[in-house]
């Protein structure tokens, strides 16, 4: 792989993303400032991937993935709201604050979260233009986030009965997490009007990304820098809570996160290299540190 200073990279679009966020939050009534106190803070991985593969894709129009961006990023921060609720992962912290619900209370944190989510899909279908890519961008997000994915994975996760065993970790990252990376990557492939075999490949590829982000995400609760980000620290290794690293231990998970960084390589080295920043993409999700 050639050099590339992803971190740069990271910053730049995070920028960018970060700015674009800020035009679609008027402050109109006061449902927007509490939506807008939960979306500050997040490292916008999911946006960055889907303007990384628009552009390696040969996607010129940075104002048609934008809005597709940020709504990602809305949908990931309302996953994140609900996450914390008492009934849920009953969390105090989330980057770097009060979470929602501890910020404003319960109902109204229920709501931002409501409003961050219809939201996204207001921005999935702005504007005119390509507008049947804009169709199967929302049956492709709607599919992994609704209760064939990110839903299902939660209610796998929040399940105490689960059997603390391989396939359930499986199935609790393939659709908590997996997925919706998988789709950020396969929405800028669907706007930039790649071809089905390309997809196929971005989705597999980004699927293995996926499972990826949530073994480090585990690796890192028990030995990153969550407690200085605001979330809890040790949350997720409780008792009850299954993950990579209470599983596999610390090693173990490094192992098969090693293991799926690979495959995730394998799959974009496929297509070329015009696709080469997923893979040094992948590789900092391997060594990340927050
Ligand atoms: C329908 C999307 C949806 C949600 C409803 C509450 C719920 C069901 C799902 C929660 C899923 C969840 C919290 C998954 C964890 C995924 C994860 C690894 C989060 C951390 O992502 P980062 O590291 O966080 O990208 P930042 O803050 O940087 O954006």
Do not use: W
Request: neutral net charge; contains cysteine; proline residues 3%.
């Amino acid at each position: 792989m050639s050099d590339v200073d992803i971190v740069a990279y990271l910053k730049e679009n995070k920028a960018l993303v970060d700015s674009a966020l800020k035009e679609f939050f008027p402050e109109t009534n006061p449902l927007f400032p509490m939506m807008r106190y939960s979306i500050e803070g997040g490292k916008r991985i999911r946006p960055i991937l889907a303007i990384t593969v628009y552009q390696a894709a040969g996607g010129k129009d940075l104002t048609a993935i934008l809005p597709i961006a940020c709504g990602l990023e809305l949908i990931h921060t309302y996953s994140l709201i609900h996450d914390d609720l008492p009934c849920m992962d009953n969390d105090d912290f989330r980057r770097g604050k009060a979470s929602s619900h501890r910020k404003y209370g319960e109902a109204p944190a229920i709501l931002a979260g409501d409003g961050l989510f219809a939201y996204a899909f207001e921005l999935f279908t702005l504007g005119n233009t390509l507008a049947n890519e804009k169709c199967l961008i929302v049956q492709a997000v709607s599919e992994a986030v609704g209760p064939k994915g990110v839903v299902y994975g939660q209610l796998m996760d929040i399940d105490e009965e689960k059997r603390m065993e391989p396939c359930s970790l499986r199935t609790i990252h393939v659709h908590k997490t997996a997925k919706f990376i998988a789709v950020s990557v396969l929405a800028g492939a669907i706007l930039a009007k790649v071809s089905k075999a390309v997809q196929d490949t971005l989705k597999t590829g980004g699927l293995y990304m996926g499972m990826l982000f949530q073994y480090t995400d585990d690796i890192l609760d028990v030995v990153g820098e969550k407690k200085t980000l605001g979330k809890t620290p040790g949350k997720d290794s409780v008792a009850g809570k299954l993950t990579a690293s209470a599983l596999y231990g610390i090693d173990g998970a490094r192992f098969r996160a090693k293991r799926y960084a690979d495959h995730a390589i394998a799959q974009f080295k496929k297509l070329g290299s015009d696709f080469s920043l997923l893979c040094h993409l992948t590789s900092f999700i391997l060594n990340r540190t927050f």
